[in-house]
């Protein structure tokens, strides 16, 4: 009998010290709990439905273990500041105890210092090709108007009470450019970081449910029949000049803009130049998966249950919403215009692309364009505004950061 009561205090011990027993306390355990199920449903928009899964899945999973009681997996601290005392042990939780810091708190650094984001911009600039852009010099323009739900996104923002901090966040959802929006709320909100996060990757993984309805409604079949002709040769002088141009003329105007659009120009500058292709491939294989994952891992380590379940989530979600919405509808409408400027010879249908969403919204523009007439082909003529809208959230990012950091 003896035997059988010190097993069960040891079991009765092993359970009420586990993470099991948190979920039945009243300090919030059940929250932990409902965070854990939404890792779950992310990780299955990942893995099956394919929504943005190099980054879904690894913050998803960080967003699983941030959740685990008593695992130590929940980045800690939201400022550089706050890294140094975690480190240093002067970092204390509500109830007086010393912090200690976890492998999240390590790897999150990277994304607070500004590292992460600006080296996957150098891995896209090494797979982008800006031909289509160089030929077509009016797709900056509609790359730029598709920035439009930036700015629309934290006007509302500012209206339901945000700060403009918290704001110039939750509106650079509307680039669609999910390196951008972490860089920018890295140094502007950083408590904000994983809702975020968590909102413009899944809307740049619903670009082809959000925009067709958009596109559609903003344009008539007239227009969206229309067929561009071939874009011109762009010679190898004109590739390698072009990254060039754009980091002195961007970094030039918008100091704090030069770190993404110099990395972005790098990765391109090794890509056209012809003598770096071993230091090119680096970038687009093996520089950008590890970034990848230690960035996607270590954000989703953000999303504790205290943190992502309020109804400021909620307002960020849709405000995300809300600025992509009018990100794509900016672009449509210049698109519109070029139509009638150049009268009839531009598909407005290729603005909508000026989004972030590479090559994703080009793609959706010529989906929907072959839908009204089987002939049309957009892709290379829509990869201009795109990769525009590349280098235009860069360009809004530093805005934000130039007027509110």
Same mark, same amino acid.
């Given at each position: ?32 709990? #409902? ?162 996060? #968590? ?9 082809? #449910? ?196």
């Amino acid at each position: 009998m003896e035997i059988l009561t010190g097993v069960w205090e040891v079991v009765k011990s092993i359970f009420i010290n586990s993470g099991y027993a948190y979920f039945f306390t009243a300090d919030g355990g059940i929250l932990n709990l #409902v965070m854990i199920l939404i890792s779950f449903v992310f990780l299955f928009l990942g893995i099956k439905k394919g929504f943005e899964p190099l980054l879904m899945i690894p913050i998803a999973f960080g967003m699983l273990l941030a959740n685990l009681p008593g695992a130590n997996l929940a980045v800690q601290y939201h400022d550089l500041q706050g890294f140094i005392d975690l480190v240093a042990g002067r970092m204390v939780d509500d109830a007086g105890n010393t912090l200690t810091p976890g492998l999240m708190d390590f790897l999150y650094f990277g994304v607070k210092a500004g590292i992460y984001p600006p080296l996957i911009f150098l891995g896209i600039g090494s797979m982008t090709d800006f031909s289509s852009l160089i030929a077509n010099p009016i797709s900056f323009i509609l790359g730029a108007a598709a920035q439009l739900g930036i700015f629309v996104a934290y006007v509302i923002a500012i209206v339901l009470g945000f700060g403009p901090q918290e704001a110039g966040s939750i509106a650079i959802i509307g680039g669609a450019d999910g390196p951008t929006a972490i860089f920018v709320t890295s140094k502007l909100a950083p408590a904000m970081l994983g809702t975020i996060a #968590v909102a413009a990757y899944s809307y740049m993984a619903l670009v082809p #449910v959000i925009q067709p309805p958009i596109m559609r409604a903003l344009t008539t079949k007239k227009e969206r029949s229309v067929v561009m002709g071939n874009l011109r040769q762009v010679s190898k002088t004109e590739k390698i000049l072009f990254p060039i141009m754009v980091t002195v003329i961007v970094s030039l105007l918008l100091p704090d803009a030069g770190v993404l659009v110099g990395m972005l120009m790098l990765g391109n500058l090794l890509k056209e130049s012809g003598r770096t292709e071993r230091i090119a491939k680096a970038a687009q294989n093996e520089l950008m998966n590890i970034v990848t994952i230690l960035l996607g891992l270590s954000v989703g380590a953000t999303t504790n249950a205290q943190s992502f379940l309020n109804w400021n989530t909620i307002k960020i979600i849709i405000l995300g919403l809300i600025a992509f919405a009018f990100g794509t509808a900016g672009g449509t409408l210049f698109g519109k215009l070029m139509y009638v400027i150049t009268k009839g010879k531009v598909n407005p249908l290729i603005g909508s692309a000026g989004v972030s969403a590479v090559p994703m919204a080009a793609r959706v523009s010529q989906k929907v364009g072959q839908e009204e007439n089987p002939s049309n082909f957009l892709l290379m003529h829509a990869m201009g505004p795109n990769v525009s809208g590349v280098i235009g959230s860069a360009v809004a990012a530093g805005i934000l950061l130039t007027l509110l950091g």
